[in-house]
């Protein structure tokens, strides 16, 4: 058995920048917190060959005296706490003392500081852990730092290092965070020479995103401000139809500090659900402001995630904020036809906002509800429409007396239906294309959702309930959920066998059979996987129900039916996405036209 020795500082050092300096975007994000520590304003950062040549970042912070320059390329030597109270709230980004001592012993260092109240400044060499003698240096107050050829002592590290670009787009993420972060900051980034980024100090938040990731995003940030207590959330979402794969676009700072967390990720998620498809992520920048108690961020070797005190009230938070920027916005996808000599597809796009939106607002409409005339009886009635003249698909007993809102004839531009599948509507400026399907879905699943709050979902009770045989899994499944199904009107009860009976079923879905839409929402608790939280899976289920029942794509509408579905159209919170966050409707705009046609 080998002997065990104590290991030589340096060599700690290089295990210790195993963990922290992994690429040169690493040992920028720690030099750019440094700054960020000493108070800087503006920072000028400087790299060749993707850093691994050369990284340089000089700042206007406060500085270092000269008899400290030994101690900042130390290891457990930091000027930000001193005992264990302070690590209970940290203010700052650094707290280690040990990410210069890694990189210095990983790479060739120079340091060069110089403080307000001196004269003089000092430097410092570091050459893989090697420090040269304190030095002079006549530079300006602030600190230089080069960090150059990462890694140069470690031919193993050095060869896990990626393509230039690729190194370069971490460094740019460091750059980009740390810009994002803290808003006030004026940063610079060159790649051999050339500018990359030039962000002036004080430019506005969205500024900063739209210079970053484009007008996509830049110009469909919606602003999110709430608070709880002491915990305050502001910043930025994307309209949801700027959306992405996965989700690299959804950016979290606390007091500052740019983190990964599961909880938020998944608030904003679940703040934007039913307007995002399935497997899609919103896009994101939210800022989180807490008294630093609340947060341990002493969790984590690069400091990339912290752990909270209480992330349930955070999640909460967050969600709501969401929501509630959300809530009411005019949101309506147009149509982009491919310009001429693209081979690209139709593109989805949505308006440059501000914009005057096609339907009025919910929130007049509701006020409206009460008192408008009673709609004529159409001749053959669907759920959309507010009189009720198609039989009930099974005997039925008298329904529970619920008052169906009663609508205006609808005097809105009538709609033309073309391939039994799409509506279209003429408005004077421009041309509206709405997939009928998806727009009686997503009002069948805000009726049912708006009366199952209010306790009002009023059942359809069989006189005759219907047996429904199912495979024993699902039969199992099914009476896990007895309860939430009997939430959404779908009474069930066990039948012998793998049999059920559905004895009742919500009635505004009348033209659903109760045992298919059962079976649909059954299907749907199969395939859910793990147990989402109830009131996200009664979420589905309604959602799965609204699709069950509503007008398919090859159904021949009759005038009455649009207008009907045009009428409902305005009630909706959110008309423009199904409750699966596909788009109900594409808008062509006069002015879209007059473009593709080249009249402008
Ligand atoms: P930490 O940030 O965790 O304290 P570091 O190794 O990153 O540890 O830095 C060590 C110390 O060096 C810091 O505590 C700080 O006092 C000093 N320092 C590093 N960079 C700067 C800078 N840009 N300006 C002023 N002081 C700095
Ligand atoms: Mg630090």
Redesign the pocket.
């Given at each position: 058995m080998p002997r065990i020795r104590q290991l030589d500082a340096v060599l700690v050092n290089q295990i210790a920048a195993g963990e922290v300096i992994e690429r040169p975007g690493s040992a920028l994000k720690?030099?750019l917190?440094?700054?960020i520590?000493?108070g800087?304003t503006q920072i000028y950062v400087e790299v060749e060959q993707g850093g691994v040549e050369l990284i340089r970042?000089v700042?206007d912070?406060?500085?270092?005296v000269p008899d400290?320059l030994p101690?900042?390329?130390?290891?457990h030597?930091?000027?930000?706490?001193s005992s264990a109270d302070d690590l209970e709230k940290i203010q700052?980004?650094?707290?280690?003392?040990?990410?210069?001592?890694?990189?210095g012993s990983v790479a060739q260092v120079l340091?060069q500081?110089r403080t307000r109240e001196q004269e003089q400044g000092a430097q410092l060499a570091c050459d893989g852990g090697k420090f040269s003698s304190i030095e002079v240096w006549n530079g300006r107050p602030?600190?230089r730092?080069e960090v150059r050829h990462l890694f140069y002592n470690l031919p193993a590290r050095r060869k896990f290092l990626k393509t230039i670009p690729t190194e370069m787009g971490h460094l740019s993420e460091a750059v980009i965070r740390l810009a994002l972060g803290f808003p006030h900051i004026g940063i610079t980034l060159k790649h051999n020479d050339r500018d990359v980024y030039d962000i002036p100090p004080q430019s506005p938040l969205d500024d900063r995103i739209t210079r970053f990731f484009g007008d996509e995003v830049g110009k469909k940030l919606i602003p999110v401000a709430a608070e709880q207590g002491p915990i305050k959330v502001s910043g930025f979402i994307a309209d949801p139809a700027v959306n992405r794969g996965n989700n690299r676009l959804q950016y979290f700072f606390v007091n500052g500090r740019c983190i990964r967390d599961r909880t938020l990720q998944h608030a904003l998620q679940d703040g934007m659900h039913g307007l995002l498809m399935v497997g899609r992520f919103g896009v994101g920048y939210l800022y989180l402001e807490m008294p630093p108690e609340l947060v341990d961020v002493n969790v984590h070797p690069s400091k990339a995630e912290v752990r909270f005190r209480d992330s349930q009230v955070l999640h909460h938070l967050v969600r709501s904020a969401v929501r509630k920027a959300l809530h009411g916005l005019p949101m309506h996808s147009t149509l982009t036809a491919p310009t001429s000599g693209s081979a690209g597809a139709w593109r989805l796009q949505t308006p440059p906002a501000p914009q005057r939106p096609l339907f009025p607002e919910p929130g007049r409409l509701e006020v409206g509800r009460q008192a408008l005339p009673e709609l004529p009886p159409p001749p053959r009635s669907f759920e959309t429409t507010p009189i009720i003249s198609m039989p009930a698909p099974m005997p039925v007993v008298q329904p529970e007396p619920a008052p169906e809102p009663v609508l205006s004839s609808y005097d809105g531009p009538r709609a033309l239906q073309f391939h039994n599948s799409y509506l279209v509507v003429l408005d004077g400026e421009g041309m509206l294309i709405i997939d009928q399907h998806a727009l009686h879905e997503r009002i069948l699943f805000e009726q049912l959702k708006d009366r199952m709050r209010d306790g009002q979902l009023e059942v359809q009770r069989l006189l005759v309930p219907e047996p429904v045989d199912l495979p024993a899994e699902q039969y199992a499944l099914a009476l896990a959920h007895q309860e939430h199904l009997a939430k959404l009107g779908l009474e069930i009860q066990p039948f012998g066998g793998a049999s059920l009976l559905v004895s009742s079923y919500p009635a505004i879905l009348k033209r659903a059979r109760p045992a298919a839409m059962l079976r649909a929402a059954i299907e749907h608790l199969a395939t859910a996987g793990e147990a989402p939280r109830v009131e996200l899976l009664l979420d589905r289920l309604l959602a799965t129900m609204a699709c069950h029942a509503a007008v398919k794509a090859g159904d021949k509408l009759t005038p009455a039916e649009m207008d009907a579905l045009l009428a409902q159209r305005h009630l909706c919170n959110d008309s423009h996405h199904c409750p699966h966050g596909r788009p109900t409707s594409l808008f062509f705009s006069k002015a879209e036209l007059d473009k593709q046609f080249e009249r402008t």
């Open positions: 720690e030099m917190e440094n700054a520590d000493a800087a970042v700042d912070g406060c500085g270092i400290d101690l900042a390329l130390s290891s030597a930091t000027s930000k706490v700052t980004l650094g707290f280690r003392g040990e990410a210069l001592a890694s990189i340091v500081s602030g600190t730092i």
